[in-house]
C-alpha cells in the first residue's frame, strides 16, 4: 500500500526654508565619508523690508544666517554657497529672470558668503521656481554627496512659475528631497499654496525662524537613529535576520540597506537614518513587508513597527532518496504568482498565512491552502519515491509516462526519442507507457505498458 502524504504543523508667508538634495548614493554601502554641501538660496525682493518684531524681515534674515554660518565653521565634510534672487532689477520692472549665484562652493568661503549676504540689498519681485531650477546646476556633480538648498523668501511665486510643480519634477527624477517649509506669519490659505511643495512648519517671530534654521541645518548635517520592530503575531518584536531596504518616498532611490540584528540585550538593534528623507522602507521577507512615508525627528530615537510574523516550512521525503535537487514552488493562496522557488531538504521562513505548494517530483503534486503558523515548521512529507528504468529494444519511439488515478490518465513526462534508455525519480503509484515506434504509419500500431512503482525499489521496462 502506497505511504500516505502528510502535511505537519510543528509549533501670506514669511518665510519659506526648502530643503532638498541630489546625486546621493546608497549611504549604507559608501566606501567614503559623506560630504554635505549647503545652498543658501536668499530672497532679496522689495518686501524684505517688511517689519517681523523690532526690525526688518532682511535683517533678521542676514543676521540669522550669518549666525548659522558662524556655527557650521569647522565642520567637517561641508561646503557651503549662495545665491540671490530679486536684488539686482527694481520691483517696477518685475525681472523674473533676477537671480544670480553669488558665491560659489568652496573650501573655507564661509567669510565671503557672510560678506555678500551683509551687502545685499532688496529691490525687486519674488522668482521661486526660476531660482531653484537654477540652483540645481550650482552643485558640482560628484558622488558621495549630499546637496541642500536653503530658500529664505518672504512672499510667494510672483511670476508665474509653479514651486509645486517644479518640486515635483526635481524629486520624481531623483534630484531633490522632499522640501521642507517654514512660514512666519503665514495664513492657512499661504500654508495650502505650499503643501504640494513639502513639509512646512510654522515661525512667526525672530526667535521662530532661528530655531527652524537650527532644525534645518541639524536635519542637513546629521543623522538619526531608529529601530525597527519587526512583530510577531503577539505583537513581540522577535523577528530577526532579515534585510530591511529603505527608499526615498519620492525619487525612488535607495539609501540604506540594513540586515536586522537582535542585539546583546535581547532587543532590535538600532541603525542611522538621514532625517532629511522621508522613507518607504521594504522588509524582504517572503513575501515582503513594505511600510511608507516614514518620516525620523532630528535627534530623536524613532521605533518603526513593523507585522512580519513568520514560521518554517519544509519538503521531506521518507527513506532514501535519489533526489538530487528537489524542489518546490510557493504561491500566495489563490495567486499565480510565483513567491518563491525552495530547495525542498532546507527550511524558508515565511510570512504567516496560506500558501499553496507545488512540490515539482514525478509526477508533481500541488497541496492547497498549506497554514504557516507562528514559530513552527510546517512539513510535507512525501513518501520515498522508486525507480523506473526505461529501454526502448531496437527502434526510436514516441513515448508518454501517465500516472493513473481513479481510472483517468495524468499526464507526467515525455520520454525524449533521441534515448534509448531512461531512469526517472518517480512516486509511488499505478502508471502507463503509451508509445508507438517513429517509423510506424498507423496508430494502430499504439502500445501500452501498465507498471506500478513502489518505494524503494526499482522497476524495469522494455519497449519493443
Request: hydrophobic share 35%; glycine share 6%.
Amino acid at each position: 500500500m502506497v505511504s500516505p502524504i502528510k502535511i505537519i504543523s510543528t509549533k501670506s508667508i514669511s518665510f519659506l526654508l526648502l530643503i532638498f538634495g541630489f546625486g546621493l548614493n546608497t549611504f549604507a554601502q559608501s566606501p567614503r565619508p559623506i560630504k554635505t554641501r549647503i545652498l543658501f538660496l536668499l530672497d532679496a525682493s522689495g518686501s524684505m523690508y517688511a517689519k517681523l518684531d523690532d526690525d526688518s524681515r532682511i535683517n533678521i534674515a542676514k543676521k540669522l544666517l550669518c549666525k548659522t554660518i558662524d556655527s557650521l565653521y569647522g565642520q567637517k565634510n561641508l561646503e557651503i554657497a549662495l545665491r540671490v534672487y530679486g536684488h539686482t532689477s527694481p520691483t517696477s520692472q518685475r525681472n523674473c529672470k533676477d537671480t544670480r549665484l553669488e558665491v560659489p562652493f568652496g573650501e573655507n568661503n564661509f567669510a565671503a558668503v557672510k560678506k555678500r549676504i551683509n551687502s545685499i540689498t532688496p529691490k525687486g519681485t519674488t522668482l521661486i521656481a526660476h531660482s531653484l531650477l537654477q540652483s540645481a546646476y550650482d552643485f558640482p556633480k560628484e558622488p558621495y554627496t549630499r546637496n541642500v538648498i536653503i530658500l529664505i523668501t518672504d512672499g510667494i511665486e510672483e511670476c508665474s512659475g509653479d514651486p509645486c510643480a517644479v518640486s515635483e519634477a526635481l524629486q520624481s527624477q531623483g534630484i531633490v528631497l522632499k522640501p521642507f517649509i517654514i512660514g512666519i506669519g503665514s495664513t492657512d490659505e499661504f500654508k495650502k499654496a505650499f503643501e504640494c511643495v513639502g513639509r512646512y512648519y510654522d515661525a512667526n517671530t525672530e526667535q521662530g525662524f532661528d530655531d527652524a534654521l537650527k532644525i534645518v541645518v541639524s536635519q542637513a548635517l546629521n543623522n538619526t537613529t531608529a529601530q525597527v520592530n519587526l512583530l510577531d503575531i503577539y505583537s513581540r518584536p522577535t523577528e530577526t535576520n532579515v534585510n530591511m531596504s529603505f527608499y526615498d518616498m519620492n525619487s525612488g532611490q535607495l539609501i540604506y540597506n540594513y540586515m536586522h540584528t537582535i542585539n546583546e540585550r535581547g532587543n532590535p538593534d538600532t541603525v542611522l537614518l538621514d532625517p532629511v528623507f522621508r522613507y518607504r522602507m521594504v522588509v524582504h521577507t517572503i513575501p515582503p513587508v513594505i511600510k511608507e512615508n516614514i518620516n525620523v525627528t532630528p535627534g530623536k530615537h524613532t521605533i518603526i513597527g513593523v507585522d512580519a510574523p513568520q514560521g518554517q516550512f519544509t519538503v521531506k521525503v521518507e527513506g532514501l532518496t535519489n533526489y538530487n535537487n528537489l524542489q518546490c514552488i510557493m504561491r500566495n493562496k489563490g495567486s499565480f504568482q510565483i513567491l518563491h522557488v525552495q530547495e525542498a531538504a532546507v527550511k524558508e521562513k515565511y510570512l504567516v498565512g496560506k500558501y499553496d505548494v507545488e512540490v515539482l517530483c514525478l509526477p508533481r503534486m500541488t497541496f492547497k491552502d498549506v497554514s504557516i503558523n507562528q514559530d513552527t515548521t510546517t512539513t510535507i512529507q512525501l513518501p520515498q519515491p522508486g525507480k523506473l528504468i526505461v529501454n526502448c529494444q531496437v527502434q526510436d519511439y514516441y513515448a508518454d509516462v501517465y500516472q493513473i488515478i481513479r481510472n483517468e490518465l495524468v499526464w507526467v513526462c515525455k520520454l525524449p526519442v533521441e534515448r534509448r534508455s531512461h531512469v526517472l525519480i518517480i512516486q509511488p503509484g499505478d502508471y502507463k507507457i503509451v508509445y508507438r515506434a517513429k517509423g510506424a504509419r498507423r496508430s494502430s500500431n499504439t502500445f501500452e505498458r501498465v507498471f506500478k512503482v513502489t518505494s524503494g525499489q526499482a522497476t524495469n521496462i522494455l519497449l519493443n
